[in-house]
């Protein structure tokens, strides 16, 4: 088979796996996800091969084995520095989990391997020599743009309650539609996503919102109405989600992950604190749940600044320009151009003449501006700060706590936090002497 779409030292890695099934007696095909993808156009990442060899005769063949998978008749064969899942052919039954089989039958024939999966694009085979093994109209399907469950629905649906967000990410991912008996089966099993693990939802999930048309696998799970059947929480409504749907017209736009998801729960009006819970029940990574929730905070500390400073008050853009400076101290740059960002995305999904709460531009006086305006003018103000940090600060909490005649403790955070807000906004060289007159006045303040 000529690959096209897939790495030629892969591609020809994986032929010397079928090559040497082939000379041990037995059958091999290159199947499912590869030969989608490569008719499809898209890049191949890795090829699995399926074949009539017991799991035993494929350990006995190659002597670079992995044995993830006996009892399901998958070894894993590292060749030439690649791996590959080599899979028994295989029939399933006794599904009382809705998600694994209890019971698993090794067959002969190949296209009863292609029967037990879950899509007719994901239901095809090829050998060698190219010719398509597609017994249930894969290929069809595929020029039709379309997604099909390989015989009855609610069947495929029931063996394994996860093929129902399968369903939805193929079709979001792929921009395809999703075949009517198929949407009529998992509209009947929909309840049974309850019996899934949070963290095979969530990743499923998180692949339809971080895919290339996150729109529209949002729009076919609200119309499914499956996440609320789920294990995790899910507080919204679906007249939440639909009202969302103009604010995340951008979602696709967003390259990076972390923001996607902060303009989902942005639009959906979550708070920080409730995003933050939402997420570590989702079993979100405490690094993306962290840096989604960063953002939100700076979007919290600006809307505070916005709503308590008048803006025909004398001093109001200096003013909002130190509480600015504060929340990008606080929650860090990267969250601050993050919440910048969304602020952009944000118009640009609901237009021109949505505008946002006025800040004032130093250059414009009292005038309200736009979502890109504002963001120009928060920029610069970050742009301007000669340093963003406490460890780029000229004088050391050792320092003053000497100079002070103190013990350490929460008054040193709150007086270094201080002296980083003044030099930040320019109101105070970043200088060790300077630093250190300031600090004993702020001292004699306190008391």
């Known amino acids: 088979m000529e690959w096209t779409m897939a790495s030629s030292g892969m591609a020809e890695a994986a032929g010397t796996v079928i090559t040497g099934l082939l000379a041990g007696g037995h059958e091999a095909y290159f199947v499912g996800g590869c030969l989608r993808d490569e008719l499809l156009g898209r890049p191949v990442h890795d090829m699995d091969i399926t074949t009539s060899a017991l799991p035993e ?14 009892a399901h008749g998958t070894v894993t064969v590292l060749q030439n520095g690649y791996s590959f899942e080599v899979t028994t052919y295989r029939t399933e039954s006794g599904y009382a989990d809705h998600r694994r089989p209890e019971h698993v039958f090794f067959v ?85 996503l309850a019996h899934i693990a949070v963290e095979r939802v969530r990743a499923e999930v998180e692949r339809i919102v971080e895919g290339p048309h996150p729109q529209r696998g949002l729009a076919l799970l609200l119309r499914s109405g ?39 729960l942005h639009a959906l009006g979550s708070s920080a604190a409730a995003a933050d819970e939402l997420l570590r029940a989702w079993t979100f990574p405490g690094a993306t749940r962290s840096s989604v929730v960063a953002v939100l905070r700076v979007r919290e ?19 909002l320009r130190r509480r600015w400076i504060a929340a990008v101290l606080a929650h860090g740059q990267s969250a601050a151009e993050g919440w910048l960002t969304l602020l952009a995305a ?33 920029r610069s ?17 050792n320092e003053l706590a000497e100079l002070l005649q103190k013990r ?12 980083l807000l003044a030099a930040a906004a320019g109101g105070i060289a970043n200088d060790k002497q300077l630093l250190l007159q300031e600090a004993q006045r702020m001292d004699r303040d306190e008391e």
């Not at 500390?301 to 003013?319: C, I, K, R």
Request: glycine share 8%; with cysteine.
């Open 381 to 397: 103000w970050t742009a301007a700060m000669p340093l963003r940090s406490l460890a780029e600060l000229a004088v050391t909490g």
């Open 108 to 192: 002969s024939d190949v296209k009863e391997d292609l029967r037990r999966r879950d899509f007719t694009i994901n239901a095809m085979c090829s050998g060698l020599n190219g010719a398509l093994i597609d017994p249930f109209g894969g290929e069809r399907d595929l020029q039709l743009r379309r997604i099909r469950c390989v015989g009855q629905a609610e069947e495929r649906f029931g063996e394994d309650a996860l093929r129902m967000l399968r369903c939805v990410r193929f079709a979001s991912v792929l921009d395809f539609a999703i075949a009517k008996n198929t949407w009529r089966g998992l509209m009947r099993q929909r309840d049974k």
């Open 408 to 419: 350490p403790g929460p008054w040193l955070g709150v007086l270094l936090n201080k002296l």
């Open 57 to 70: 005769e494929v350990m006995a063949l190659f002597p670079r084995c992995v044995p993830t998978g006996l």
């Open 346 to 378: 944000a118009e640009d999904a609901l237009g021109p003449a949505a505008t946002v709460p006025p800040v004032l531009s130093p250059a414009a006086g009292q005038q309200p501006v736009y979502a890109t305006v504002q963001a120009r003018i928060l």
């Open 301 to 319: 500390a600006w809307d505070a600044a916005l709503s308590s400073v008048a803006p025909d008050a004398p001093g109001a853009t200096e003013g």
């Open 226 to 264: 499956l996440l609320p059947r789920g294990k995790a929480p899910f507080p919204w409504t679906g007249s939440d989600l639909a009202a969302a749907a103009a604010r995340t017209a951008g979602l696709g736009n967003l390259q990076d992950a972390r923001l996607r998801w902060a303009l989902l």
